[in-house]
């Protein structure tokens, strides 16, 4: 056989491998076709292909393998099986940048799936490989390496401190100074996912310098990188006071308060997010956040967004209202409530409902002040119809169950609780009958309200358990009034009345 004879069967042969690695790589760019690739038995083919003499059939055979382990963890997981991985982390720092971004790609495939799926990533040495890769001069390497270290970090905290450990989180930092934003981008999401799952870990992103260059971007024109910088510096704040108050003190206000306005829906809540995780830990974080303008800021996001997007911005208001009497003034005097009702009503979602309840609960639980307030926004029905509706979740009753106890116990204004004497279960009921007792004693003129407006007749209905709390509630209102008004407004009354009259004998 001449030289040329077996150029050309080398030929042939490259040309066959291109070919089918091409042929598999679109096709596995396609769902459907996931199940029968795998069963034809191509992870095996197309293992050797990624030591193939040619970069571009080793490319194209990294490209096919990350498109399939994309899909579900089975195919992953066949990945892991046929002892793929090593051989990727093995090139990784041999090959080209095309080559490094399609192995890049398939470790992000694999460990995006399950912890098992990404242990099995961390196990053969990727993350030292991918650390290396994020000091590449490529932005396209750099990007790839970050999104595969993230998708093993969000797992869970071991997971993500053994991305730090790999030296990575310094080396992500750089990568947000860049000047790509898709590198950007992808380095936030990353440091988000590192610090989300403990205070050790999100200190670890602080220490490496992370927060002043974040928050240097939360005015960057890109919603998405906005998004993720909103992100990170909320898992970094969420941990401890400490952690929040850096975040504070790189004077991230009143700059992120113009999030709240953004027409990309989740840079508004990632924003609102991040205000709630500082406002939650001291009155003193709250106290800055109002004078920053952050409540009203926030009262004005629940009024211009609906659904899930309001969730982070309702809970804000909660966790300032709870602090102290002065901080829930600041939400009702900003004209927080009237929001927080209409959340209640118009939403679907039982959770968002929750959180309202929760949050007017906050707000009207300090004083007969703060409870009035809420009353008179004629809450309290609302409250007590979703507490009995059986349809609502075990959560939205046991919201609106505490928000009715923290209302009530504080509340003296008696109109707005008059209405609830009509349905009110026994656990509600004497709450709404104390309060009752505490007011009518000390003031004539609602006792003759109580009287004129049947008040007083829809107490004798009450069935209470004698000797209870209720009863006693019920003894202390009967005895405000004349013995026979009382007896007058009883159950049956009119018919004692009338069998007198049928037993009168009138003197002639």
Known sequence: MSQRQVLQVFEQYQRARTQFVQAVAELSARPHNADSLRSAGVMSLLRPLLLDVVPTIQQTAALALGRLANYNDDLAEAVVKGDILPQLVCSLSEQNRFYKKAAAFVLRAVGKHSPQLAQAVVQCGALESLAICLEDFDPGVKEAAAWALGYIARHNSELSQAVVDAGAVPLLVLCIQEPEIALKRIAASTLSDIS????????????????????????????????????????????????????????????????????????????????????????????????????????????????????????????????????????????????????????QEDHLKAAAAWALGQVGRHTPEHARAVAVANVLPTLLSMYMDTHSSEDLQLKTKRALKNILQKCTYLPALEPLLQDAPPNIMKHIVGQFSKVLPHDSKARRLFVTTGGLKKVQEIKAEPGSLLQEYINTINNCFPEEIVRYYSPGYSEILLERVENYQPVL
């Open 196 to 347: 989300k799952h403990s205070p050790e870990l999100a200190q670890t992103v602080v220490d490496a310098g992370a927060i002043a260059h974040l928050a240097q971007m939360i005015l960057n024109p890109d919603a998405k990188l906005k998004r993720q910088v909103l992100s990170a510096l909320s898992q970094i704040a969420k941990h401890s006071v400490d952690l929040a108050e850096l975040v504070v003190e790189a004077e991230i206000f009143p700059v992120v308060l113009t999030c709240l306005k953004d027409s990309d829906e989740y840079v508004k809540k990632n924003g609102a997010t991040l205000i709630r995780e500082i406002a939650k830990h001291t009155p003193e974080l709250s106290q800055f956040i109002v004078n920053a303008g952050g409540v009203a800021a926030v009262i004005d996001c629940i009024g211009s967004c609906r659904g899930t997007v309001r969730l982070p911005g309702i809970m804000m208001l909660g966790y300032v209202a709870a602090h102290s009497e002065n901080l829930s003034m600041a939400v009702i005097v900003s004209k927080g409530i009237p929001p927080l009702c209409t959340c209640l009503v118009e939403e």
